[in-house]
T-cell receptor
Framework: DAKTTQPNSMESNEEEPVHLPCNHSTISGTDYIHWYRQLPSQGPEYVIHGLTSNVNNRMASLAIAEDRKSSTLILHRATLRDAAVYYCISGNAGNNRKLIWGLGTSLAVNP | KAGVTQTPRYLIKTRGQQVTLSCSPISGHRSVSWYQQTPGQGLQFLFEYFSETQRNKGNFPGRFSGRQFSNSRSEMNVSTLELGDSALYLC???????????FGPGTRLTVL
């Protein structure tokens, strides 16, 4: 499974967009890109996932580079509740659970 | 629909003891995965069960074992506890193996 690289921390202001980058240069053709986030004192929660095309859902958007070696999670309007650790994971969305999570990006949102 | 529940939420044990953690998945979910989370290592995959069968296993010693019951509930056991086993143990369920995972709040294990 591909290893991902994320910045340790990022900061944003409330109601501004946030772009969280992720590098996955060793990704294979069948590996999906998953994003989860973990709020303080909670287990991780699913945010979004994609394979090749950009994806949108009610929580966020996922922009995937054409060569798939990087992706960006976009929170369109950050709220205080979005302060969390964001994990970018790359791996096979089939039976393989050996996804390498890494330490994620800790996002701080300023009021 | 109730979320993933884990019991107990907190646990303190001493070295050499053994411990059993429990996870109840979301109703209808047949896949349960276990993860260990520590500050320095992040989340590390332990194993996944689907329909009472272990589907995948991470790189943990044999002291870590698990099982899944016919109602999809799962237990994880750690024998001969070591100080390094202190961690947050997370359980995640999904409808199918490889599907979107829903995590429980975790069990915080402290080994003294």
């Amino acid at each position: 499974d591909a290893k991902t690289t994320q910045p340790n921390s990022m900061e944003s202001n409330e109601e501004e967009p946030v772009h969280l980058p992720c590098n996955h240069s060793t990704i294979s053709g069948t590996d999906y890109i998953h994003w989860y986030r973990q709020l303080p004192s909670q287990g991780p929660e699913y945010v979004i996932h994609g394979l090749t095309s950009n994806v949108n859902n009610r929580m966020a958007s996922l922009a995937i580079a054409e060569d798939r070696k990087s992706s960006t999670l976009i929170l369109h309007r950050a709220t205080l509740r979005d302060a969390a650790v964001y994990y970018c994971i790359s791996g096979n969305a089939g039976n393989n659970r050996k996804l390498i999570w890494g330490l994620g990006t800790s996002l701080a949102v300023n009021p | 629909k109730a979320g993933v529940t884990q019991t107990p939420r907190y646990l303190i044990k001493t070295r050499g003891q053994q411990v059993t953690l429990s996870c109840s998945p979301i109703s209808g979910h047949r896949s349960v995965s276990w993860y260990q989370q520590t500050p320095g290592q992040g989340l590390q995959f332990l194993f996944e069960y689907f329909s009472e069968t272990q589907r995948n296993k991470g790189n943990f010693p044999g002291r870590f074992s698990g099982r899944q019951f016919s109602n999809s509930r799962s237990e994880m056991n750690v024998s001969t506890l070591e100080l390094g086993d202190s961690a947050l143990y997370l359980c995640a369920s999904s409808q199918t193996s490889g599907g979107e995972q829903f995590f429980g709040p975790g069990t915080r294990l402290t080994v003294l």
